[in-house]
């Protein structure tokens, strides 16, 4: 079986590897993590603190996005002019990067997707992390 196709639709300033996010975890850098992955999938394994927005439903939800990140900046106390980072992961890194390519033109331009996605964070960041 071939694997799936590794999608390149983004710059490389427009995203981020799982290593680089962990440490804005570790840093607790004001952010939110969107998961695109279908329902079903969010319930088997996801990252803490993860909103699941599944591709499908990105368009209608936007306003869900736009509110977590002032709660975000709200809760942290982000100094004024600098805001919460907006990143995007699902199972591989593809949906992520066409979900970054539809916030990028909605007007949420500081989105990242985390390359290679939740395998990437398996693989690189935690081990333990269950794949499936």
């Known amino acids: 079986m071939q ?5 390149n639709l983004l710059p490389r300033e427009s995203r981020i590897s799982s290593k ?3 440490e804005v975890i570790l840093k607790k850098e004001p952010h939110v993590l969107v998961d695109v992955r279908p329902a079903h999938h969010f319930k088997i394994v996801s990252l803490p603190k993860s ?12 306003p ?7 709660k ?5 106390g982000a100094v004024s002019g600098s805001s919460a980072q907006l990143y995007v992961v699902c199972r591989r890194g593809n949906d992520s990067q066409r979900a970054v390519q539809y916030l990028h033109k909605m007007g949420f331009i500081s989105a990242k ?13 935690d081990p333990k992390f269950p794949t499936y």
Do not use: C, F, M, Q
């Not at 869900?64 to 002032?70: F, I, M």
């Not at 997707?113 to 960041?125: F, K, Q, Y």
């Open 113 to 125: 997707d985390i390359v290679g996605g939740l395998e990437s964070w398996a693989h690189n960041v």
């Open 72 to 76: 975000e900046e709200e809760e942290s």
């Open 51 to 62: 909103l699941n927005i599944p591709l499908s439903t990105l368009e209608a939800r936007l």
């Open 3 to 7: 694997p799936p196709l590794k999608l």
């Open 20 to 22: 680089e996010y962990s």
């Open 64 to 70: 869900e996005v736009s509110s977590a990140l002032k």
